[in-house]
């Protein structure tokens, strides 16, 4: 009769950026390693709080599957003598497999051993199945503590190990496994017992805790919104600040403080930075969308003695709003302008320079950007200036203690010393964007400084040979290049990729010639996988982005419009024996010798009709490519199909007479190098 199991591990807190992770990797690896034992079940299911990681697994099978096995063994001339009797490989092969010399089995030319493998109990398997789940969690960082050899993310208390109503008995990092687990750490009165994986939930419910993260999730939620809703308000609930509240508690109880009015003088970022990064509070706004001096925070615990944790909040706050009122006050003294002189003292990257050296390169390279995207020369000043002042907010006061305010105080303290508000836009602006789903600069200057002081890192970085590899990337490189891309895409604007780089080269003092081609060539396969990435997230096939990809990389919007051009013709008839024409055309072409084409040497009717398609095609393709009008070119392609195909049904290309082959292979040759310039068209299934 099949049975549900429940795994526990009981640690101390494990941190909450740590447990989504953790828990999608319980679920996979679980099933991993059933299937691998040959152990049936329906389905799994994980939870975790804090201080738990649960695994349950329903209607799991009290016996492995059994195993039927066709083993290869040697060939049949080695297996046995010339009288047919078994050699010693037959024999040895016959021992390792378990079964008589009589059984083997002749097939295919050799010999074949039939293993039949009874499925043993799952009570005797599970000992061994769960710790190897356990000990295959990874963390992105973990701890080991006494003198175990035991890696986990936090130490692990206690451990939970039901099938059934039975205790599965082992034990790992000297905890043995056994039927108790904890409540809540203060609200609960003691170890929990758990008689089967049934009552699990409704045990901790009892002890006050919420094992469930979707259903704490879902508290916090409405928890939240309504104590909005009495003070007045409405919560702006960060998705990604919930997900982690979630992850700190286990009983969740929200509640509001307050705070006082005169800190909503203060640029609204200024207020919500600590609330949210810092304190982990959710920010409350007016009807009108202006701040309220309130916030929202969920306590690990019941209702009990709430004003005083109220009262407790509120103070942790009031410091934290009392320091950036003063680090705002202070800033204001000094200019922003005035501040650039002193990033002179914070460096840059290791032989690279100061930041003061960064400013002046992106001056200069946001200038080129600006001009080759095709800008009015009036928009120039304002980049240039925008770029001379865009890090010199890191050097004040309320970035170094707010860090993830860089940008946001660069505008504000860009607007209050005088500077045009396009300027201050584009301060903020360059950072955009600094996460996947953030939005991206709108303003020319934003865009123009953003891309250059992006490419500055990426350039900079790879100069020093710091490629990104595997999951490293410790300059988030592949975020910026993302960014770079999108920008482009966004804003329209046709750069070269390899131009860009050569001009940043230029400016970081890299002048020798084998360094330059090296970089180019690795910066360009790193761009070019962040676009194939980009295709491919907006769903485009895999084959249509390679035969894209194929024609050309360096103008990075222009590649994002062959594509979209390729995914809107590429469903068609047309073009799928448009695909097959040109792809067969393009497989005699690679023979080709020369590119001339003599039409006194075309003999029948269907090459001149061919000839004469290619020519008006070469004319439309010639005006449709100067347009950009990709979709137009393909629909032109989709038209060659039919000269194409009659060409191949009345001539043999590869003749003996070698110069009407070549004349031929020379045809087919300028025919698929229409397409040279959109797709690679053989490269699509």
Avoid: C
Wanted: glycine letters at 6%; aromatic letters at 8%; proline letters at 5%.
């Amino acid at each position: 009769m099949a049975k549900d199991l429940l795994l526990e591990i009981g640690t101390e807190e494990i941190p909450a950026k740590f447990m989504p992770g953790a828990l999608a990797q319980l679920e996979s690896i679980a099933k991993s390693k059933l299937e691998t034992y040959r152990v049936s079940f329906s389905n799994v299911r994980v939870v975790g709080t804090p201080r738990r990681l649960a695994l349950i697994v329903y209607q799991v099978e009290e016996k492995q599957t059994d195993r039927k096995s066709e083993n290869k063994g040697p060939s049949l001339k080695i297996a046995y003598d010339e009288k047919g009797l078994p050699t010693k490989a037959a024999l040895g092969f016959a021992r390792s497999q378990g079964v008589d010399v009589s059984q083997l089995v002749a097939k295919d030319g050799y010999v074949y051993a039939i293993v039949e493998e009874a499925g043993r109990p799952v009570q005797e398997i599970l000992p061994i199945l769960l710790p190897e789940i356990i000990l295959a969690l990874s963390f992105p960082k973990n701890m080991r503590w006494g003198d175990l050899d035991v890696r986990f993310a936090r130490p692990i208390r206690w451990l939970v190990a039901l099938y059934g109503n039975e205790v599965v008995p082992f034990t790992l990092a000297g905890v043995a496994s056994g039927n108790m687990t904890q409540g809540h750490r203060f609200l609960s009165k003691g170890p929990v017992v758990i008689s089967s994986p049934d009552d699990y939930f409704a045990k901790l419910a009892e002890h006050h805790v919420m094992v469930d993260q979707d259903v704490r999730r879902r508290v916090i939620r409405e928890q939240v919104e309504s104590i909005a809703v009495d003070q007045g308000g409405v919560v702006s609930i960060d998705e990604e600040l919930l997900e982690e509240v979630v992850y700190l508690v286990e009983y969740p109880t929200a509640l509001y403080g307050r705070f006082e009015e005169k800190y909503l003088s203060l640029p609204p970022e200024v207020v919500i930075t600590p609330m949210r990064e810092h304190q982990r509070y959710f920010p409350v706004f007016g009807k009108d969308g202006k701040l309220l001096p309130v916030f929202i925070t969920v306590r690990n615990g019941g209702a009990e003695y709430i004003d005083i944790v109220r009262h407790g909040n509120e103070r942790v706050l009031k410091a934290r709003l009392a320091d950036a009122q003063f680090f705002f006050t202070e800033d204001q003294k000094t200019p922003l302008a005035e501040r650039v002189e002193k990033l002179k003292t914070i460096v840059f990257q290791e032989g690279l320079g100061t930041l003061y050296d960064k400013t002046l390169r992106l001056a200069r390279l946001a200038a080129v950007i600006a001009r080759k995207a095709g800008l009015p020369e009036s928009e120039i000043p304002t980049i240039e200036r925008s770029a001379y002042l865009a890090k010199a907010d890191l050097v004040t006061g309320m970035v170094y203690e707010f860090t993830e305010l860089q940008g946001i105080m660069g505008r504000e303290y860009a607007r209050l010393s005088g500077e045009p508000e396009a300027v201050a836009q584009a301060i903020f602006e360059h950072y955009l964007p600094r996460f996947a789903g953030d939005k991206l600069p709108q303003s020319p200057a934003g865009r123009v400084v953003g891309i250059a002081d992006k490419l500055d890192n990426i350039v900079a970085t790879f100069s020093r040979g710091l490629i990104p590899t595997g999951s490293q990337d410790p300059y988030a490189l592949r975020r910026q290049a993302l960014g770079i891309v999108n920008i482009l895409i966004d804003a329209k604007y046709h750069l070269s990729l390899t131009e860009m780089v050569q001009h940043t080269m230029d400016l970081l003092g890299i002048h020798d010639p084998d360094r330059r081609t090296k970089l180019i060539d690795e910066i360009g396969d790193f761009f070019r996988l962040r676009i194939k990435n980009i295709l491919t997230e907006e769903g485009m096939r895999h084959d249509m982005i390679d035969a894209v990809i194929a024609a050309g990389t360096d103008n990075l919007y222009d590649t994002w419009l062959r594509a979209k051009a390729l995914a809107f013709e590429g469903g068609t008839m047309a073009m799928q024996r448009a695909v097959q024409a040109f792809t067969r055309a393009g497989n005699l072409a690679k023979n080709a010798i020369t590119e001339t084409i003599d039409p006194s040497l075309f003999s029948t009717e269907a090459e001149h009709n061919l000839y004469q398609a290619y020519l008006s095609a070469r004319q439309t393709v010639a005006e449709k490519l100067h347009v950009r009008d990709y979709v137009g070119v393909l629909k032109v392609m989709a038209e060659m199909a039919g000269p194409i195909d009659a060409f191949f049904g009345a001539v043999m290309v590869m003749v003996e007479d070698m110069a009407v082959r070549n004349n031929r292979l020379a045809l087919l040759k300028a025919i698929t190098g229409l397409t040279a310039n959109v797709a690679d068209l053989s490269k699509i299934v």
